[in-house]
């Protein structure tokens, strides 16, 4: 057994700069992470991080509330505004940090922060590090981590350990059940207080951008444990990943005047009435729907994929700005993106819903607290506009990492006893080995694959009742072989074949959350689509959906959207 | 679709006594990586198979491997590429096998860690933001890439028979800082490197180069440091 004050799930942006928090303020401390550092998904992000720095020099004017103006329509009015406005305020602080602590923002040539047009956004305000502004920003914060321990010494990290469980006494968290992957032991880990930042539920979708791990485990042992899902409807497609392996194109691409074709080589947003004032640069819901629509009508390379054209933007600027997406594009997809166009389509690539948490990161449950991707708080609402979600991961990681710490100073704790632990250690440890000795016939690999299929097709860029209610049945008949797995592999270090049945029987909680939210949700709002209910509904759907877990399904109830600071209007760009 | 043997290296220490190879057949598609031929065995035809995988995207460097004499990130590697009917796929070298083609990477942090691998910001910090011409920040171009996947480590004859040396990718991190126009510790990061065990331990054999998936060159940031090193030594 382990005992830390607190305990971080999760080694991505969030994760770490809560844990920047508790250890400089010598809080003993454990990472979680089922990865080593630094191969969490937040290494991926490309584009870049929003802040009213107003260093651009068309960006004069700017300032943090225009930035929470913009977040907020973008949201299309769901996103929490006294949240959004903390983020907003917030921002140049935390960008400041990271720049302080070494992260290799690209310059102005006055030498300052330099910032660039984002989806949108009013001004250019999205601060980057070339186009790997996820690597600086994480390699930043883990070398500063590195640093501020050799200080303090309170922190210790656990690789390639998979939090099955969390374990909570009266509504109270005590701590955490992990299993070790390298020896395949189950370990209980005693804490006050715990902190979710496991990032997004993407792999829920067949096609996504995300990392092969985003598949939101994290958020389903939070739901188990009691704590509520919110908005989990609201998934975000982006328009450019590479065709068939969907490997994210980043938006900067078109922030930096790149062009979306279709097979006649015509910019064809220009053809539908929300993307044809602010073309490549409208929000990325609005984008995805308009290049599916166009791949509907017959306008597709090849009757597959559109086009990203860069090629007029010139090579200097390309290999200053873009040099990722030229490697990426090179080596995923053959194409020389300096002299070629890319082969793109939409694919999933954020979860806007999560944990449910106040604007301290606080869940319902006592000591557990969630941050980033995995949270919910809600500042993207209906849909997160890019370069927000790295700002919300500096920002609630380190809410969160304060908010735990004072918890763990000034709340009296659960005085759960050993035996108590010991029995929710033995319980899982007896839930494990029925996994080993089940002789059922499914195998988690095929289920988690049609999963992958059940979700594209029904509850992706367009919904609608009966196809989402035949997506549902089919969910059904997944869920219900899930109750006959079977493992051939019985070894216990590093079996990934019982790694990958943990992470699918996480994933059908969430997605059973999605569906039945999605369902629920009879009208259009940022990134959920009904061609059934092609409006918003303010009066009947401005709410927050919240799904709590039941083992005969998630129980669906609504909470209010903090609203205040700016009245929800047409959302038109 | 052509038909590919991949001939993986396999072990388990606690219950193997040696390493062998199990060869796999399996059939590949224009567009296919190595690191889906690996999850295509596990998921169809071995599910004991041992890698490390997360962005499948070439940032995040879990995935390196010996691949056909050469190491590499496996999920941007393309088979068909590789010209061969026949993979041989080894763990990362110089670092301890805990199954299959995983590796105990602690060494390689513990030494990465030994080398204040952190900005220390000159002070007093300002308000905003450092002020760092283009120029300056331009220094920082391509060595910021390393995305300590190992492969310079495992390729590295020098870091496989001296456990104490730092190492490539550490010491292409001490150049990285050295670089940084905010930082006000070289004098203390030159010290650091200037041992037995630091950049003199490097032979220029130049095999970190080769392989950085990145197309970094640590031996060029040793030798830019054994550079700085000798200049602070000669009598001026």
Known sequence: MYKFDAIIIGSGLAGLRAAYELVSNKINTAIISKVYPLRSHSIAAQGGVNAALANNENAKDDSWEKHACDTIKGSDYLGDQDAILKMCKEGPQRIFELEHWGCPFSRTDDGRISQRPFGGQGFPRTAYAADRTGHAMLHTLYEQIIRINEENKCLTFFNEWLVTRLIVNDKTITGIIALDLKTGNLELFKADAVIIATGGAGRLYGKSTNALINTGIGLSIAYHAGADLKDMEFIQFHPTTLFTTNILITEGARGEGGYLLNSAGERFLANYEDSKKAMEIAPRDIVSRNMIREIKKGNAINGQYLHLDLRHLGKNLIMERLPGVVELAGKFAGINAITEPIPVEPGQHYTMGGIDTDMDTKTKINGLYAAGEAACVSVHGANRLGGNSLLETVVFGAAAGEMAGKYIKTNSKSQISNLECDEALREEEKRISRLFEGEGRENAFNLFEELNRIMWENFGIFKEDAQMKAGQKEFKNIKERSRDLRLRYKGKRFNFELYWLLEFLGSINIAEAIIAGAIERAESRGSHYRTDYPKRDDENWLKHTIASYSQEGPKLSYKPVALGYVAPAERKY | ?236
């Open chain 2, 1 to 236: 679709m052509k038909k590919i043997n991949f001939k993986i290296f396999r072990f388990d220490p606690e219950i193997n006594e040696a390493p062998y190879f199990d060869n796999f057949d399996i059939s590949v598609r224009h567009g296919d990586t190595v690191l889906a031929g690996l999850f295509y065995i596990q998921k169809n035809i071995d599910p004991s198979l041992a890698f490390r995988f997360s962005c499948r995207g070439a940032v995040c460097g879990s995935c390196a491997m010996h691949i056909n004499g050469k190491y590499c990130l496996a999920c941007e590697t393309q088979i068909l590429e590789l010209n061969t009917d026949t993979i041989t796929i080894q763990p990362l070298g110089h670092l301890q096998v805990l199954r299959d083609l995983i590796v105990d990477f602690t060494p390689f942090y513990e030494n990465y860690s030994r080398i204040k691998p952190y900005l220390v910001g000159k002070e007093p910090a300002p308000e905003k933001e450092y002020i760092q011409t283009p120029e300056e920040r331009s220094r920082l171009n391509n060595i910021i890439d390393c995305t300590l996947c190992g492969a310079c480590y495992g390729a590295c004859a020098t870091a496989g028979i001296n456990k104490e040396y730092l190492g490539p990718a550490a010491l292409l991190k001490v150049e990285r800082f050295l670089r940084d126009s905010r930082d006000s510790i070289a004098n203390e990061r030159l010290r650091i490197v200037d041992d037995l065990h630091g950049v003199w331990r490097c032979h220029s054999i130049f095999s970190c180069q080769e392989v950085c998936p990145k197309n970094l060159s640590p031996a060029k940031a040793i030798a830019e440091i054994k550079k700085k090193l000798l200049l602070k030594k000669v009598k001026r």
